[in-house]
Protein backbone atom coordinates (compact mmCIF):
# COMPACT_ATOMS: atom_id res chain seq x y z
CA UNK A 1 0.00 0.00 0.00
CA UNK A 2 1.53 3.49 -0.76
CA UNK A 3 1.30 6.67 1.20
CA UNK A 4 -1.20 8.85 -0.01
CA UNK A 5 -0.60 12.14 -2.21
CA UNK A 6 0.00 15.51 -0.59
CA UNK A 7 1.89 18.47 -2.26
CA UNK A 8 4.80 18.76 0.26
CA UNK A 9 3.67 22.57 1.09
CA UNK A 10 0.97 25.43 0.76
CA UNK A 11 0.98 28.92 1.88
CA UNK A 12 -1.20 31.57 2.81
CA UNK A 13 -1.95 35.16 4.18
CA UNK A 14 -3.79 35.37 7.17
CA UNK A 15 -6.83 35.84 7.02
CA UNK A 16 -7.00 34.11 3.63
CA UNK A 17 -7.72 30.92 2.56
CA UNK A 18 -5.86 28.02 1.55
CA UNK A 19 -7.16 24.17 0.44
CA UNK A 20 -4.56 21.18 0.90
CA UNK A 21 -4.96 18.45 -1.48
CA UNK A 22 -4.64 14.26 -0.54
CA UNK A 23 -4.80 12.01 -3.41
CA UNK A 24 -5.39 8.19 -3.54
CA UNK A 25 -7.13 5.77 -5.49
CA UNK A 26 -10.96 3.89 -5.57
CA UNK A 27 -8.96 1.65 -3.11
CA UNK A 28 -8.76 4.09 -0.27
CA UNK A 29 -9.79 7.48 -0.76
CA UNK A 30 -12.25 6.96 -3.26
CA UNK A 31 -13.55 3.88 -1.59
CA UNK A 32 -14.19 5.16 1.65
CA UNK A 33 -16.10 8.07 4.03
CA UNK A 34 -13.05 7.52 6.56
CA UNK A 35 -10.50 9.67 5.29
CA UNK A 36 -9.28 12.08 8.62
CA UNK A 37 -7.13 15.11 9.25
CA UNK A 38 -4.74 15.62 11.74
CA UNK A 39 -2.31 18.73 12.17
CA UNK A 40 1.16 18.86 13.66
CA UNK A 41 3.38 21.56 15.38
CA UNK A 42 6.84 21.11 15.59
CA UNK A 43 7.89 18.47 18.45
CA UNK A 44 4.21 18.13 19.73
CA UNK A 45 1.68 15.54 19.09
CA UNK A 46 -0.43 15.28 16.19
CA UNK A 47 -3.87 16.86 16.53
CA UNK A 48 -7.12 15.30 14.83
CA UNK A 49 -8.71 18.27 12.65
CA UNK A 50 -11.31 16.44 10.63
CA UNK A 51 -12.20 12.81 10.96
CA UNK A 52 -14.85 10.41 7.92
CA UNK A 53 -14.32 13.65 5.67
CA UNK A 54 -16.14 16.73 6.92
CA UNK A 55 -16.63 16.12 10.63
CA UNK A 56 -14.66 18.18 13.35
CA UNK A 57 -14.41 17.21 16.47
CA UNK A 58 -15.10 19.14 19.64
CA UNK A 59 -12.85 22.25 20.09
CA UNK A 60 -11.64 22.37 15.98
CA UNK A 61 -12.77 25.57 14.92
CA UNK A 62 -15.27 25.73 12.11
CA UNK A 63 -12.23 27.68 9.95
CA UNK A 64 -11.46 24.36 9.01
CA UNK A 65 -13.57 21.93 6.58
CA UNK A 66 -12.98 18.92 5.30
CA UNK A 67 -14.37 17.08 1.92
CA UNK A 68 -13.96 14.56 -1.32
CA UNK A 69 -14.68 13.92 -4.50
CA UNK A 70 -13.99 11.16 -6.04
CA UNK A 71 -10.00 9.60 -5.12
CA UNK A 72 -8.99 13.70 -3.47
CA UNK A 73 -9.70 14.32 -0.57
CA UNK A 74 -8.79 17.92 0.54
CA UNK A 75 -8.81 20.42 4.19
CA UNK A 76 -9.69 23.84 3.36
CA UNK A 77 -8.47 26.27 6.25
CA UNK A 78 -10.43 29.60 6.25
CA UNK A 79 -9.54 32.89 8.14
CA UNK A 80 -5.65 31.71 8.08
CA UNK A 81 -3.89 32.46 11.36
CA UNK A 82 -0.52 32.33 12.54
CA UNK A 83 -1.49 29.34 14.79
CA UNK A 84 -2.69 27.64 11.74
CA UNK A 85 1.37 27.39 10.65
CA UNK A 86 1.79 23.38 11.01
CA UNK A 87 2.05 20.32 8.77
CA UNK A 88 -1.18 18.48 7.98
CA UNK A 89 -1.39 14.71 7.67
CA UNK A 90 -4.33 12.96 5.44
CA UNK A 91 -5.33 9.46 6.70
CA UNK A 92 -7.78 7.05 4.63
CA UNK A 93 -8.88 3.50 5.11
CA UNK A 94 -7.65 1.30 2.73
CA UNK A 95 -9.58 -2.21 3.52
CA UNK A 96 -8.79 -5.11 5.48
CA UNK A 97 -6.61 -3.70 8.14
CA UNK A 98 -4.80 -0.66 6.67
CA UNK A 99 -4.78 2.52 7.34
CA UNK A 100 -3.39 4.55 5.18
CA UNK A 101 -1.47 8.42 5.94
CA UNK A 102 0.00 11.19 3.22
CA UNK A 103 3.30 11.83 3.15
CA UNK A 104 2.26 15.27 5.37
CA UNK A 105 2.23 19.43 4.17
CA UNK A 106 4.18 21.96 5.34
CA UNK A 107 1.40 25.38 5.72
CA UNK A 108 3.05 28.44 6.09
CA UNK A 109 1.13 31.90 7.22
CA UNK A 110 2.76 34.18 4.96
CA UNK B 1 -8.63 16.03 31.45
CA UNK B 2 -7.01 13.01 28.74
CA UNK B 3 -4.13 12.03 29.01
CA UNK B 4 -1.72 9.62 27.70
CA UNK B 5 1.76 8.53 28.79
CA UNK B 6 4.49 6.10 26.55
CA UNK B 7 7.11 4.60 28.22
CA UNK B 8 9.86 1.66 27.95
CA UNK B 9 11.50 3.25 24.40
CA UNK B 10 14.98 3.06 23.93
CA UNK B 11 18.20 2.32 22.22
CA UNK B 12 18.37 -2.21 20.89
CA UNK B 13 20.03 -3.76 18.94
CA UNK B 14 18.51 -5.29 15.40
CA UNK B 15 16.89 -8.10 16.47
CA UNK B 16 16.49 -7.00 19.68
CA UNK B 17 12.96 -6.48 21.74
CA UNK B 18 11.21 -3.99 23.58
CA UNK B 19 7.91 -3.05 25.39
CA UNK B 20 5.90 -0.45 25.01
CA UNK B 21 3.46 1.21 27.74
CA UNK B 22 0.88 3.81 27.46
CA UNK B 23 -0.56 4.52 30.44
CA UNK B 24 -4.55 6.50 29.95
CA UNK B 25 -6.07 8.80 32.29
CA UNK B 26 -8.79 11.25 32.13
CA UNK B 27 -11.43 8.75 30.32
CA UNK B 28 -13.13 5.64 30.56
CA UNK B 29 -10.19 3.72 29.15
CA UNK B 30 -12.29 0.09 28.68
CA UNK B 31 -15.03 2.18 26.43
CA UNK B 32 -12.27 3.06 23.44
CA UNK B 33 -10.51 1.32 21.05
CA UNK B 34 -6.51 2.37 21.01
CA UNK B 35 -3.68 2.49 18.47
CA UNK B 36 -0.19 2.38 18.03
CA UNK B 37 1.03 5.01 15.42
CA UNK B 38 4.68 5.94 14.64
CA UNK B 39 6.61 8.91 13.43
CA UNK B 40 10.37 8.05 12.30
CA UNK B 41 12.87 11.25 12.48
CA UNK B 42 11.75 13.89 10.18
CA UNK B 43 9.15 11.62 8.50
CA UNK B 44 5.58 11.42 8.23
CA UNK B 45 3.07 9.21 10.24
CA UNK B 46 2.22 5.25 10.19
CA UNK B 47 0.03 3.16 11.63
CA UNK B 48 1.10 0.52 13.13
CA UNK B 49 -1.29 -1.05 15.17
CA UNK B 50 -4.97 -0.68 16.54
CA UNK B 51 -6.82 -2.98 19.60
CA UNK B 52 -10.59 -3.09 20.13
CA UNK B 53 -12.21 -1.92 23.79
CA UNK B 54 -11.95 -5.20 25.53
CA UNK B 55 -8.97 -6.50 23.22
CA UNK B 56 -10.61 -9.13 21.68
CA UNK B 57 -9.77 -7.68 18.00
CA UNK B 58 -6.23 -6.73 16.89
CA UNK B 59 -5.29 -4.93 13.67
CA UNK B 60 -1.64 -4.45 12.42
CA UNK B 61 0.06 -2.95 9.79
CA UNK B 62 2.02 -5.40 7.13
CA UNK B 63 5.03 -3.62 8.45
CA UNK B 64 5.05 -5.10 11.71
CA UNK B 65 2.49 -8.37 11.54
CA UNK B 66 4.14 -10.99 13.40
CA UNK B 67 6.84 -8.95 15.13
CA UNK B 68 4.52 -6.55 16.68
CA UNK B 69 1.92 -7.28 19.59
CA UNK B 70 -0.63 -5.07 21.08
CA UNK B 71 -2.38 -5.68 24.22
CA UNK B 72 -3.96 -3.78 26.67
CA UNK B 73 -5.24 -4.35 30.30
CA UNK B 74 -8.25 -2.65 31.26
CA UNK B 75 -7.74 -3.19 35.06
CA UNK B 76 -5.22 -0.80 34.80
CA UNK B 77 -5.81 1.39 32.01
CA UNK B 78 -2.80 0.91 30.03
CA UNK B 79 -1.76 -0.15 26.16
CA UNK B 80 1.05 -2.05 25.54
CA UNK B 81 3.01 -2.74 22.54
CA UNK B 82 5.90 -5.99 22.39
CA UNK B 83 8.09 -5.31 19.63
CA UNK B 84 9.82 -8.54 18.73
CA UNK B 85 12.78 -8.88 16.19
CA UNK B 86 12.96 -5.23 15.67
CA UNK B 87 15.16 -3.61 12.44
CA UNK B 88 16.45 -0.09 11.96
CA UNK B 89 13.55 0.75 9.90
CA UNK B 90 11.33 0.49 13.11
CA UNK B 91 13.27 3.49 14.38
CA UNK B 92 10.52 5.99 15.42
CA UNK B 93 8.52 8.02 17.63
CA UNK B 94 6.26 5.89 18.75
CA UNK B 95 2.52 7.40 20.00
CA UNK B 96 -0.52 5.90 21.89
CA UNK B 97 -3.56 7.37 20.63
CA UNK B 98 -7.78 7.39 21.71
CA UNK B 99 -10.22 6.73 19.38
CA UNK B 100 -12.62 10.02 19.27
CA UNK B 101 -15.78 7.47 19.01
CA UNK B 102 -16.81 5.21 22.00
CA UNK B 103 -16.97 1.38 21.05
CA UNK B 104 -16.10 -0.78 18.59
CA UNK B 105 -15.47 0.92 15.81
CA UNK B 106 -13.00 -0.08 12.88
CA UNK B 107 -11.19 2.08 11.28
CA UNK B 108 -10.06 4.58 13.96
CA UNK B 109 -9.17 8.06 13.99
CA UNK B 110 -7.74 9.42 16.95
CA UNK B 111 -8.32 12.72 18.79
CA UNK B 112 -5.78 12.32 22.01
CA UNK B 113 -2.20 11.41 21.40
CA UNK B 114 0.46 10.42 23.89
CA UNK B 115 3.68 12.98 23.83
CA UNK B 116 5.54 9.86 22.24
CA UNK B 117 8.54 7.29 23.29
CA UNK B 118 11.88 7.31 20.86
CA UNK B 119 12.46 3.64 20.02
CA UNK B 120 16.30 3.55 18.51
CA UNK B 121 16.94 0.10 16.33
CA UNK B 122 20.68 0.23 15.73
CA UNK B 123 23.97 -1.37 16.40
Known amino acids: QSALTQPPSASGSPGQSVTISCTGT?????????VSWYQQHPGKAPKLMIY???KRPSGVPDRFSGSKSGNTASLTVSGLQADDEADYYC??????????FGGGTKLTVL | EVQLLESGGGLVQPGGSLRLSCAAS????????MSWVRQAPGKGLEWVSA????????YYADSVKGRFTISRDNSKNTLYMQMNSLRAEDTAVYYC????????????????WGQGTLVTVSS
Open chain 2, 26 to 33: GFTFSSYA
Open chain 1, 26 to 34: SSDVGGYNY
Open chain 1, 52 to 54: EVS
Open chain 1, 91 to 100: SSYAGGNNLL
Open chain 2, 97 to 112: AKDVRDGYNYPPFFDY
Open chain 2, 51 to 58: ISTSGGST
